[in-house]
Structures are given as structure tokens and as C-alpha cells.
């Protein structure tokens, strides 16, 4: 079966740097395909290329069959890829509210649902509907932009570091909301936790200096430790 | 935002009903003057609000809107019989071409970032002020030119009404514009233009209605502005009118349509004291270093405008609710 998600030996400069430097990556619908690397990888800088927004400048991007790798951001996204950026990028002078409301690009019968179920998950948005993106605490803001992007109707979701900055016990209600996701969407999901990433991943890929190192399924890789130590520095 | 204020809307409506009872109960023409030229600015100073306050956009050319209505407002009233049917005709003439244009500035924003956009929109009103000048035959030039506006006007309490009116009509449309899921994706567009397209929105074409609009908007005031002066000539293209409207939004209040309107009767009573008081102190001539002070005054005391001001102070009394404690515990704490 054709990937939902595929890139092929993607190269991305940004300015004059030569960022990406040959990533492959596939992501398989309805699994969590982790991205891991150090520091610097270029992990953020994949999912920035995925979405056009740091566009490929060799290679391939395709999403869903069709090649999106020459299109514009918002057609990207439009086709059903939503995006949880490292920054979260809540609009702060936007109530909660309205920040749920502007990621619902066409409100329908089955956003509206979405709407309901995300609320279940993250019961204290509720409590803070109206007030303002920008007075939100970190972990609030977080559960605010992974509702976001659940409630735009993606057929895959990139989620960058979502446990980055938060207390262990935010951490384990973002995971529980990762795995409720999964029942919905793919996931491509970038996490240095890696008891967290290990917990949630099917597949795991390695990207180092820009290029993909190394990839497989994530049961492999918790017991390869030489792998681990190399790229990752645990183990 | 809009959070739920019909007091806001009531008393907008009630200050308008007070402000039509005017031209009945008083018989002061500096007045009625002086507030009809309130109305027009803040009319000009909420168009330029759509761009700086919602979609973020820096213009140092909303002249070239306000003088594009002024100008075929003046000529068409000039050229054919002064009737209410050609002033009319004029305003909507006016806002065809501002809008026109607009629409093009709008698109220059996809290859223009920022300070570039602010700098093409200034030399493209530079550009509109030199034709102004040269263009003799239809402007005459610097010296301008009077005309005759509609009979009706005569009676300046009928202009003040009217102005008055056509100020609450464009207030309640802009509100409607900007409160709407439109006007949302514009704040968004501000705040983040990147996480927003991510969402799947063609950011551009926000830009392009946002900047039409403002400039349809800002050629009404230019209409009305002349048709109060029975006047044009090259000024209502200069600079000053764009830092003008600059000037009213940030004291104002940026974001927000009340404070424009607020910015506007602040700059102009205060236009009109100094320039009196210059009369009795020669201090006073040097009106606008006052404003430069203002301006700074501003700045520290109200750094969200006059309008974000007491919006704070009504939102915090108001939503004890909004400063609930934070659901997740406090970070661990360092034994010491
Ligand atoms: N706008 C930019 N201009 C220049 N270099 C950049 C830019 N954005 C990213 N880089 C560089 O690209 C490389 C990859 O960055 P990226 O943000 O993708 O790393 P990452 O794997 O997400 O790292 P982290 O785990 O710290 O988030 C880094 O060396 C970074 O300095
Ligand atoms: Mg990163």
C-alpha cells in the first residue's frame, strides 16, 4: 500500500544554508511515525518542508498519492495536513474560542463533533473560552494548539515537541490526547522523550545532520542500543 | 475583542443620538464645524485602523485613497451641476478607483515584506501627490480650486447630519467586518502569517480585502472632506493626512473602531485649541511639537491607545473568571 505520507530524498535550503540534506520518510496511515535527532537535526525544519513553508528545493513531497512538493502552504494544508508547531503559534490576542474557530476553516456536521470530542479531551479549554490565547500558561497552550489542529479536519497531523517545557503530568495528558488522535488521524510526531516517543511510536526515523540515518519499526530500535547512544545519546 | 458588549453598542448609539440633537439646540458653526471635521477624520483614521489594527499592515500612503476621493469628488461636483445625484455618483466614482487601486497596493504585499510594503505605500502616494501637481488641466495644480457643492449643503447643519450619519453607517459596517470570521483571519494574519497559512488560509488575499477596504473607506472621508471645504488642492495627497490617521489610530487605540473615532476628536480639538492659542503666545505656532509630546505621552501612559486603556480596566473588573487559577500544579519547587 502506497504511504499516506512519503518524501523522497528531500533537500531544503534555507537562505543560503543547505538545511535538509536528503531526508526519505514515510508515514503509513492511521500510525504515529516518530521523527528523533539531536538537537539541530532538522526535524522541525522536515515538518516546516512538508507543509511548503520552508519549501524542498530537490526532492519529493507527496501526500496522499498526489506530489505537493511545488505547492503553496495553504493548499497543503487545505488537501488535509494540520500542523502543531514547536512555538504552539496561539494568537494571543484571539480568545480560545476564536482560536478554535479560525482552525475550523469550514465548519460542518463532522468538525462540530470534533469540536465535542477535543473538549472531553481538553475539558479545561472549556474553562478557558474566553480568554485570551496570549494569557494561557504553557501547558494550556499546548492543549490549545493540538485542539486546534484536530478540529481542522487532517487526514495527518505533524506535531512538533509536545512535551517540550512541560510538567510530567501535563506531559501524560498530552500523550493520552496523542493516542485519542490516533484513533482519528496519522500522526508524524517529532519527540526527544524517548520513553515518551517509544510509547507512542509504530515506526521510528533517524535523521542526523539533515539526512535520514536511519528508520524502522520503533520495537526495534528500544532494543538496539548502539543506535541509540550514536544518535539520541541515551542508552 | 468582541466580547460580549451590547452596553458598547447602546452607548455608541445613545452618543450619536446626542450628538444629532447638536445642530437643534445650539447655534455655535465653529462647532458644528469642528465636529463635522471629527467625523470625516475619524472615518479616515478607522479605515487606516483596518489595516495597522487588524491586518497588521504598515501604510504610509492612505493619502493617496483620501485624496483619490477628494479629487473626483471636487471635479465631478466642478464639471457637472453640484446635485445631490453627482456628489453621490462622485463618492461611489471615488471609491471604484480607490478601490481599484487598493486592490493592486494589496497584491504588492505578496513580494514586499513589511518595511518594504510601508515604503513602496509611501513612495506611491508621492507618486499620486506629483501627478496632483502636474496634472493642471483637471487639478490646477498646487493653487487647487474652488466649487460649488449640493444646495442642500448649504445649511451646515444638513452636511453635519449627513456626515454624522454616513460616520455611524461606516462604523457599524466596519465593526461587522472586522468582528466577523473575516475580520478574524485578519488578526490572525497580524499576529502569525505563517502559523496561518499552515491552517489553510491564502493569507494574500486577506491582505488585498483588507487593504480594499481600507481604501474604498479612506475615499469617503476624502469626498466628504472636500464637499466641507467646497475646496481641493494638493494637501489632501500630502503625508500629513496619512500621519494624521497614523497619528489618531495610536493614540486611539489600535484594534479597535471606537478608537480612531476617539483619536480623531482628540487631534482635532486639540489642532484647533493650539492653533487659538498661537494667536495670544507665539509658543503655541509650534502646534505640532505638541503633538510629539502627546504622542510620547501616549506612548508610556496608554501603550494600547486611549480605547485598549479602558478596555483593560473594564475587562479586569468585569471577567474575575478570566484570572482563575491555572489548572496544572505549580512547578516543583528547589528544596533549599
Ligand atoms: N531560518 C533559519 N535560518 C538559518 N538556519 C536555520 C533556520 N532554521 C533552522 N536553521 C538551522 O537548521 C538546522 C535544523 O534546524 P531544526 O529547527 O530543523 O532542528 P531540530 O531538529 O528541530 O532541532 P531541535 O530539536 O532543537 O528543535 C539547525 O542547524 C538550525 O540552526
Ligand atoms: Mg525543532
Known amino acids: 500500500m502506497e504511504p499516506l505520507l512519503r518524501m523522497d530524498d528531500v533537500h531544503t535550503h534555507i537562505g543560503q544554508y543547505h538545511i535538509l540534506q536528503g531526508v526519505s520518510f514515510e508515514a503509513r496511515a492511521g500510525e504515529v511515525g516518530v521523527l528523533l ?5 532538522g526535524k522541525t525544519t522536515t515538518l516546516k518542508t512538508i507543509l511548503g513553508l520552508t519549501p524542498a528545493s530537490g526532492g519529493r513531497v507527496s501526500f496522499g498519492g498526489t506530489d505537493v512538493t511545488k505547492k503553496r502552504t495553504h493548499a497543503i494544508s487545505r488537501s488535509g495536513i494540520g500542523y502543531v508547531p514547536e512555538d504552539q503559534g496561539i494568537f494571543s490576542t484571539l480568545t480560545v474560542e476564536e482560536n478554535m474557530k479560525v482552525a475550523m476553516t469550514r465548519e460542518t456536521e463532522e468538525t462540530r463533533k470534533k469540536l465535542d470530542t477535543v473538549l472531553e ?17 504553557g501547558g494550556q497552550k499546548q492543549m490549545l494548539a493540538m ?39 496519522t500522526i508524524v510526531l517529532v519527540e526527544q522523550n524517548f520513553m515518551m ?21 520503533m520495537a526495534d530500535l528500544a532494543g538496539n542500543d548502539e543506535l541509540k547512544r550514536k544518535y539520541l545519546g541515551i542508552g | 475583542m468582541k466580547k ?39 472615518i479616515l483614521a478607522m479605515s487606516y485602523d483596518v489595516l495597522l489594527g487588524y491586518a497588521g499592515m504598515v501604510s504610509f500612503g492612505h493619502a493617496m485613497f483620501f485624496g483619490i476621493g477628494a479629487y473626483t469628488t471636487a471635479v465631478l461636483l466642478d464639471r457637472f451641476e453640484p446635485t445631490l445625484l453627482v456628489f453621490s455618483l462622485s463618492i461611489a466614482a471615488g471609491m471604484l478607483i480607490a478601490g481599484i487601486i487598493s486592490f493592486f497596493v494589496g497584491l504588492l504585499t505578496l513580494r514586499l515584506k513589511d518595511h518594504f510594503f510601508a515604503m513602496l505605500t509611501l513612495a506611491l502616494s508621492g507618486l499620486f501627490l ?18 460649488s457643492a449640493p444646495d442642500v449643503f448649504r445649511d451646515r447643519a444638513v452636511f453635519y447630519l449627513t456626515v454624522l450619519a454616513l460616520l455611524v453607517v461606516v462604523y457599524f459596517a466596519l465593526r461587522r467586518f472586522t468582528n466577523s470570521p473575516l475580520g478574524r483571519v485578519l488578526i490572525a494574519v497580524r499576529e502569525n502569517e505563517q502559523r496561518t497559512k499552515a491552517l489553510g488560509y491564502r493569507t494574500l488575499a486577506y491582505k488585498v480585502i483588507a487593504s480594499v477596504v481600507a481604501g474604498v473607506t479612506a475615499s469617503l472621508a476624502g469626498s466628504l472632506y472636500v464637499v466641507s471645504l467646497r475646496f481641493v488642492n494638493t494637501s489632501v495627497m500630502a503625508m500629513d493626512v496619512t500621519l494624521d490617521a497614523l497619528l489618531m489610530t495610536i493614540i486611539g487605540g489600535v484594534g479597535t473602531l471606537i478608537g480612531p473615532i476617539i483619536g480623531a476628536g482628540i487631534i482635532e480639538l486639540a489642532q484647533h485649541y493650539l492653533s487659538d492659542l498661537a494667536g495670544e503666545y ?10 510629539g509630546i502627546l504622542y510620547i505621552l501616549a506612548v508610556i501612559f496608554f501603550p494600547t491607545g486611549i480605547a485598549g486603556f479602558f478596555k483593560s480596566l473594564f475587562s479586569r473588573r468585569r471577567r474575575p473568571e478570566a484570572d482563575a487559577p491555572p489548572l496544572e500544579p505549580a512547578k516543583p519547587e528547589v528544596p533549599r
Do not use: C
Open chain 1, 37 to 41: 535527532g539531536r538537537n539541530g537535526a
Open chain 1, 121 to 137: 479531551l481538553f475539558p479545561d479549554l472549556k474553562t478557558f473560552w474566553k480568554k485570551d490565547g496570549g494569557h494561557l500558561s
Open chain 1, 147 to 185: 485542539a486546534r489542529a484536530f478540529v481542522g479536519n487532517s487526514k495527518l497531523l505533524l506535531i512538533d515537541e509536545p512535551s517540550k517545557g512541560l510538567a510530567p503530568i501535563i506531559i501524560e495528558k498530552v500523550m493520552e490526547a496523542i493516542q485519542e488522535m490516533k484513533q482519528h488521524t
Open chain 1, 197 to 217: 516517543a517509544s510509547r507512542i511510536g509504530d515506526t521510528y526515523t533517524l535523521i542526523d545532520d539533515g539526512r535520514t540515518v536511519q528508520s524502522g519499526r
Open chain 2, 4 to 42: 460580549p458588549m451590547n452596553w458598547s453598542k447602546i452607548s455608541l448609539i445613545i452618543a450619536a443620538v446626542l450628538l444629532a440633537a447638536i445642530p437643534f439646540v445650539s447655534d455655535s458653526r465653529t462647532w458644528l464645524i469642528l465636529l463635522t471635521q471629527i467625523f470625516i477624520f475619524s
Open chain 2, 130 to 147: 506629483v501627478l496632483a501637481e502636474k496634472w493642471r488641466s483637471v487639478t490646477n495644480g498646487n493653487d487647487g480650486f474652488t466649487f
Open chain 2, 282 to 291: 507665539p509658543l503655541f505656532e509650534r502646534w505640532i511639537i505638541f503633538f
